[in-house]
T-cell receptor
Framework: NAGVTQTPKFQVLKTGQSMTLQCAQDMNHNSMYWYRQDPGMGLRLIYYSASEGTTDKGEVPNGYNVSRLNKREFSLRLESAAPSQTSVYFC????????????FGQGTRLTVV | QKEVEQNSGPLSVPEGAIASLNCTYSDRGSQSFFWYRQYSGKSPELIMSIYSNGDKEDGRFTAQLNKASQYVSLLIRDSQPSDSATYLCAVNEVTGGGNKLTFGTGTQLKVEL
């Protein structure tokens, strides 16, 4: 039982390049989330998907797009990377509903140069 | 104003003491509250959840919730060096798009020998 799996773990991009961060969960969870974490800023929500087929913006969506490919997979795309997007990115999933806890992937450390 | 507020710390306590971590939130409609622990370079992991006013105890950890004051706290009794980590408060908010989990910036706890 892998839980939440993110790929890649590390990535270096040049400014203007694009890339997609992949996330998959095997817990049959309904809701999935993408967060970024910067020093002193905590976890900030980029996008979330409450259920398959729906996506919504979070606190910091600019510069990102997402796709809920199916119930298991939720990808995050950077179309034109900027140095301000250097961060650690976490994917998380939960059953959904107000009382459900979130489980996190191991994170992707992204550096944009 | 951020929706979930925490003192960033660091909070330093001696080994064996009680560590008290606090969190306030702005959405009066929130019903679910979580405490996550995050070691440096690792993913957040859930340590406590609380849904009703009052105290909830689990081993050395006690979560306290006061919805009227919009206040959540975490007490760690008999603090150990292994408790040194960043503690993140999370609040579940019900939105038009479904439930989303919003985090505070985290409080860094240092337990000193």
């Amino acid at each position: 039982n892998a839980g939440v799996t993110q790929t890649p773990k590390f990535q270096v991009l040049k400014t203007g390049q694009s890339m997609t961060l992949q996330c998959a969960q095997d817990m049959n969870h309904n809701s999935m989330y993408w967060y970024r974490q910067d020093p002193g800023m905590g976890l900030r929500l980029i996008y979330y998907s409450a259920s398959e087929g729906t996506t919504d913006k979070g606190e910091v969506p600019n510069g990102y797009n997402v796709s809920r490919l199916n119930k298991r997979e939720f990808s995050l795309r950077l179309e034109s990377a900027a140095p301000s997007q250097t961060s650690v990115y976490f994917c998380a999933s939960s059953l959904g509903g107000s009382g459900s806890e979130a489980f996190f992937g191991q994170g992707t450390r992204l550096t944009v140069v | 104003q951020k929706e979930v507020e925490q003192n960033s710390g660091p909070l330093s306590v001696p080994e064996g003491a009680i560590a008290s971590l606090n969190c306030t939130y702005s959405d009066r409609g929130s019903q679910s509250f979580f405490w996550y622990r995050q070691y440096s370079g690792k993913s957040p992991e859930l340590i406590m959840s609380i849904y009703s006013n009052g105290d909830k105890e689990d081993g050395r950890f006690t979560a306290q919730l006061n919805k009227a004051s919009q206040y959540v706290s975490l007490l760690i009794r008999d603090s150990q060096p292994s408790d040194s980590a960043t503690y993140l408060c999370a609040v579940n908010e019900v939105t038009g798009g479904g439930n989303k989990l919003t985090f505070g910036t985290g409080t860094q706890l240092k337990v000193e020998l």
